[in-house]
């Protein structure tokens, strides 16, 4: 008798899980579709598998939904990456270099640009779980990164990283504005002169 009810208890988890996680990826996706766009600093903090902290910067984040970012971390760590809608660009003063990719495999590789967009497609290779009230947890089919997104007020202040590597990208949003008017020029980059290109596209 054990073994039959542990089976339908099993059973009655497995049917019920998908709901949950439909529910929740839904109730996300709702959060961010009422953020038209953002703007806000930044801390970050990078940390190893086994507790050592890697890294500590700051810097800005602004979102224009869909599809456009624009991440600018502050010196001695400078760099810009921007994220235009077909193209996302990565530009790293201290080597002179921007490396260049299409956005869409870039979105496949990188849960954070989950953030940009409403589109069920660019969703579907991504299972959402609500950790805790407020709290998201993404993780892609592959596995190969997970990340975890904190709300106050229905207001995005924390994102968390979890890379395959082991390392945890952690990051604290202050100064939130949400739907602030933004201009188009946020959202497109011109080479310097004298950088080197790597187009991955």
Not at 55 to 64: A, D, N, P, V, Y
Not at 103 to 117: F, H, I, K, V, W
Not at 148 to 158: K, R, S
Not at 167 to 193: G, H, M
Request: without cysteine; aromatic residues 6%; hydrophobic residues 35%.
């Amino acid at each position: 008798m054990l073994k039959v009810v542990s089976t339908l208890f099993a059973a009655t988890l497995l049917n019920a899980a998908p709901a949950v996680a439909a529910d929740a990826k839904q109730e996300l996706q709702q959060k961010l579709e009422s953020m038209q766009s953002l703007q806000a600093n930044f801390s970050q903090q990078v940390t190893a598998d086994n507790g050592d902290v890697l890294q500590q910067l700051t810097g800005e984040l602004t979102i224009q939904r869909p599809n456009k970012m624009r991440w600018k971390t502050n010196p001695p760590d400078d760099t810009l990456m921007i994220a235009s809608g077909d193209t996302v660009w990565y530009y790293n003063p201290f080597v002179e270099q921007v490396t260049i990719y299409q956005q869409q495999d870039a979105t496949a590789n990188s849960p954070m640009l989950l953030l940009l967009t409403g589109s069920d497609e660019q969703w579907q290779g991504y299972q959402v779980t609500e950790s805790a009230p407020n709290e998201y947890h993404i993780v892609s089919d592959t596995a190969e990164s997970e990340l975890n997104l904190g709300f106050t007020n229905d207001m995005l202040t924390d994102i968390e990283l979890q890379q395959q590597g082991g390392d945890t990208i952690t990051l604290e949003l202050t100064d939130v504005a949400v739907n602030p008017s933004l201009e188009r020029q946020l959202f497109t980059f011109d080479v310097p002169d004298g950088v080197d290109v790597d187009d991955q596209r």
